[in-house]
């Protein structure tokens, strides 16, 4: 069973930080992708940033490049999301999501690649 928890949200003012975590538990996260999501209110689920535990590879929505970054500690079965520079068109719920066990390459922008959800942790950028 793979289960995910989230934690980190909070309320930031416009450009300050936030680091969101993920911790996970269950088996064979070497060969899983994780990714993180967002939403806001009325709009659609959407991409923020990708983390292979095998390659180490990463990949971000073109709207957080340069300000977030995906990482993950294999001691501590975490994933990481830094947040930088925040917007205030950054808040949302932000959900953690992890595949199945795969070889060969998935599409990690699709929210239908990932197995797993966490609950979400909010985020709110006050202007």
């Known amino acids: 069973q793979v289960q995910l928890v989230e934690s980190g949200g909070g309320l930031v003012q416009t450009g300050g930080s936030l680091r969101l975590s993920c911790a996970t538990s269950g088996r064979s996260f070497s060969r899983r992708a994780m990714g993180w999501f967002r939403q806001a209110p009325g709009k659609e689920r959407e991409f923020v940033a990708a983390f292979t535990w095998s390659a180490r590879s990463t990949d971000y929505a073109d709207f957080v490049k340069g300000r977030f970054t995906i990482s993950g500690e294999n001691a501590k079965n975490t994933v990481y999301l830094q947040m930088n520079s925040l917007e205030v068109e950054d808040t949302a719920a932000y959900y953690c999501?992890?595949?199945?066990?795969?070889?060969?390459?998935?599409?990690?922008?699709?929210?239908?690649?990932?197995?797993?959800w966490g609950q979400g942790t909010q985020v709110t950028v006050s202007s």
């Open positions: 999501a992890a595949t199945d066990p795969y070889v060969g390459s998935v599409v990690l922008r699709e929210a239908r690649t990932y197995a797993y």
